[in-house]
């Protein structure tokens, strides 16, 4: 159950983020293997507790209930079904948050202040994707930001080099691509 609350199969899309990155960051003659896999780690565990906070979010507002699932929204209906708590999926999201902070924090200290931007965004689109941005109608901009052009700028700037003019379209096209998966899917 606690795969199908971090729904596993579309964590396929912080491998291919951070590949993007890494590849950019490769272009400029900067690639550091520790810190891709580091990156990666962080970034999966970010997706995971985004994944997680929203199944349980939705099950306690009753949306879950309320929906048919597509592949892509409706939840996983794990918690309808009673194979996990809604409790359970919020451990699990903020076991996420944890480790993504702790690399977060690592990288906010061997890379420098240059990362507190992504940081910070990137946490608050963690945090508020489910009960704000989404609420308020901003939640494709939410995750095209967290998870599609942050994650290709923050992966760069980790492999300690410059960043390329590169940068800039891959994220662009990662933003895109995770903005309209959301959009089209609605």
């Given at each position: 159950p606690y795969a199908a609350v971090a729904r596993a199969p579309f964590l396929l899309l912080p491998v291919?983020?951070?590949?993007a990155g890494a590849?950019?960051?490769?272009?400029?003659?900067?690639?550091?293997?520790?810190?891709?896999?580091?990156?990666?780690?962080?970034?999966?565990?970010?997706?995971?507790?985004?994944?997680?906070?929203?199944?349980?979010?939705?099950?306690?507002?009753?949306?879950?209930?309320?929906?048919e699932p597509t592949p892509f929204s409706g939840g996983s209906k794990t918690l309808p079904a009673d194979e996990l708590t809604p409790t359970a999926a919020r451990r699990l999201g903020y076991a996420g948050v944890a480790v993504g902070?702790?690399?977060?924090?690592?990288?906010?200290?061997?890379?420098?202040?240059?990362?507190?931007?992504?940081y910070?965004?990137?946490?608050?689109?963690?945090?508020?994707?489910?009960?704000?941005?989404?609420?308020?109608?901003?939640?494709?901009?939410?995750?095209?930001l967290g998870l599609g052009a942050l994650p290709v700028?923050?992966?760069?700037?980790?492999?300690?080099?410059?960043?390329?003019p590169a940068t800039w379209p891959v994220a662009v096209a990662a933003f895109a691509a995770t903005f309209n998966l959301l959009l089209l899917n609605e």
């Open positions: 291919a983020l951070v590949a590849a950019v960051g490769l272009t400029a003659g900067a690639f550091d293997p520790v810190a891709t896999l580091l990156a990666l780690v962080g970034l999966v565990a970010l997706h995971v507790a985004v994944n997680a906070l929203n199944e349980a979010s939705d099950f306690e507002t009753g949306i879950d209930l309320a929906t902070a702790v690399v977060g924090a690592y990288f906010l200290v061997t890379v420098g202040w240059v990362l507190v931007p992504v910070l965004v990137g946490a608050v689109t963690v945090l508020a994707y489910t009960t704000v941005l989404t609420r308020y109608g901003v939640g494709e901009l939410g995750a095209g700028v923050g992966t760069v700037l980790v492999q300690g080099g410059p960043v390329p």
